[in-house]
């Protein structure tokens, strides 16, 4: 009996230690793939330029890269519940999201544009917004800025911008108020629409990790710094725009 229990307790530990060494050695990143160049779904695998920089971070760090596709307005608390390590999602700075995780340095800047149907006659500026049904991807900038600068407009708040997109192309929706570089993808890919020459407002994307985790925060900071420097993130911007 005691040769098995002590068979049973080398067992354990050699799972044990297996598990604590799996987990060791991968880094979970959490995104949301509907975000094309960022972020999106390529050959049933989730690519885009915040994709490459987080290989970029695992790399750094000797561990083998996890990604997790969430729907957007799900991923701090992934972050402060513990499933993922850090986020990469074309996330935008703001002073409520500051509240919740801590940032990395600015990689990218992105300004906020209108989708329309090309056939839209009724909007030209950003006056016309007001009392018009508008279509935005759930917490979002673009959310927060129509929720907080357009009182009687109604929204329209989808789960991904493809949705957003058939909002307007049946006319659900008057537009779309998006980040310019994945409204350039969606305009490709939907003939019937179009962006109009409307500067809402330009937001700048960071990387996000648990409040407190200032060891990863700086090595993400680290590879931001240096893949800045080299250009590789334009780079990489260029390798995911058709």
């Known amino acids: 009996m005691e040769k ?70 799900s991923i701090i608390s992934e972050l402060n519940s513990g499933k993922a390590d850090f986020a990469a999602a074309g996330m935008s700075i703001t002073e409520e999201r500051k509240r919740e995780v801590d940032f990395s340095i600015e990689y990218i800047s992105s300004k906020q544009v209108v989708v329309v149907n090309k056939n839209n006659k009724t909007i030209k500026t950003k006056d016309d ?53 994945p409204a350039k993808e969606l305009v490709v890919k939907n003939n019937e629409l179009t962006i109009l020459d409307i500067e809402l407002i330009t937001d700048k994307y960071a990387i996000a990790v648990k409040k407190g985790n200032t060891e990863l925060l700086n090595t ?8 800045m420097k080299e250009g590789k993130i334009e780079e990489y911007v260029i390798n995911h725009s058709s």
């Open 4 to 73: 098995y229990i002590k068979l049973f307790i080398l067992v354990s530990f050699s799972l044990l230690l297996f598990g604590c060494s799996s987990r060791d050695d991968t880094i979970v990143v959490v995104t949301n793939s509907g975000f094309e160049p960022y972020e999106y779904v390529k050959n049933n695998e989730v690519v885009g330029v915040d994709i490459d920089i987080a290989h970029e971070i695992a790399k750094e760090m000797g561990k083998k890269l996890e990604i997790k596709d969430v729907a957007f307005d």
């Open 129 to 181: 917004l007001n009392n018009k049904t508008i279509s935005v991807q759930l917490g979002t900038v673009a959310d927060t800025y129509v929720t907080n600068n357009y009182k009687s407009a109604k929204i329209v708040r989808q789960k991904k911008f493809l949705s957003a997109a058939e909002d307007v192309k049946v006319g659900k929706s008057d537009c779309i108020i998006m980040d310019e570089l």
């Open 220 to 227: 993400i900071n680290n590879v931001l710094e240096k893949l």
